[in-house]
């Protein structure tokens, strides 16, 4: 259990255009889900947080209007780059959680294959 | 602040030397430690949760334990296939996300 995929898994794209990218709960639903960026040899950075249904809470230093985060059910969650830069690529993965937290202790984050994005 | 540090940074074994890796953090209000394995190209993959001091969980080669100030993850007789990047992560003090350390990079040679 606790699957959580993700699509395209690469895609290259040219600079100015848009790219989206989805995150899928499989087996659970998801309250909420993040998403991450990393680049190589570096760890995972958080960029936002969405919670269903409502809007996502960005990270600081990360543009809301440059990454699109749109949690629209409780198993899929789309992140749209728009206008993407060659800065802009990146290997971004989601992840997902199962449950609001609880006072006893927090419940655990899946994440998916991530996406390996590059603007030309 | 809440900060999570794991060392070494890059660790090299032979098949069959067990070994451990460290994982130290400072946070408020401790609401789970997380470890997790991360192969090249792709995303984490859950390994283990532990929620109070003194908690051990093991998955075949792997033993994780706590204590109030850090984390070991115990791995015994590794073999090859066990090489990848181990990141722990901790969340605590009521907020949604995880506080992740840089990872420790291991490779195990036949």
């Known amino acids: 259990g606790a699957v959580v995929s993700q699509h395209p898994s690469r895609v290259i794209c040219k600079s100015g255009t848009s790219v989206k990218i989805e995150c899928r709960s499989l087996?659970?639903?998801?309250?909420?889900m993040f998403w991450y960026r990393q680049f190589p040899k570096q760890s995972l950075m958080l960029m936002a947080t969405?919670?269903?249904?409502?809007?996502?809470?960005?990270e600081q230093g990360v543009e809301k209007d440059k990454f699109l985060i749109n949690h629209a059910s409780l198993t899929l969650s789309t992140l749209t780059v728009t206008s993407a830069h060659p800065e802009d690529s990146s290997f971004y993965i989601c992840?997902?959680?199962?449950?609001?937290?609880?006072?006893?202790?927090?419940?655990?984050?899946?994440f998916g294959p991530g996406t390996r994005l590059l603007v030309l | 602040e809440d900060q999570v540090t794991q060392s070494p940074e890059a660790l090299r074994l032979q098949e069959g030397e067990s070994s451990s890796l460290n994982c130290s953090y400072t946070?408020?209000?401790?609401?789970?430690l997380f470890w997790y394995r991360q192969d090249p190209g792709k995303g984490p993959e859950f390994l283990f949760t532990?929620?109070?001091a003194g908690e051990e969980k093991e998955k075949e080669r792997l033993k994780a334990t706590l204590t109030k100030k850090e984390s070991f993850l115990h791995i015994t007789a590794p073999k090859p296939e066990d090489s990848a990047t181990y990141l722990c992560a901790v969340r605590g003090g009521g907020y949604n996300k995880l506080i992740f350390g840089a990872g420790t990079r291991l490779a195990v040679h036949p």
């Open positions: 087996d659970f639903q998801a309250t909420t």
């Open positions: 532990l929620y109070s």
């Open positions: 969405s919670n269903e249904g409502s809007k996502a809470t960005y």
């Open positions: 946070v408020s209000g401790l609401r789970g």
């Open positions: 992840s997902a959680r199962d449950s609001p937290l609880r006072l006893a202790g927090g419940e655990t984050q899946y």
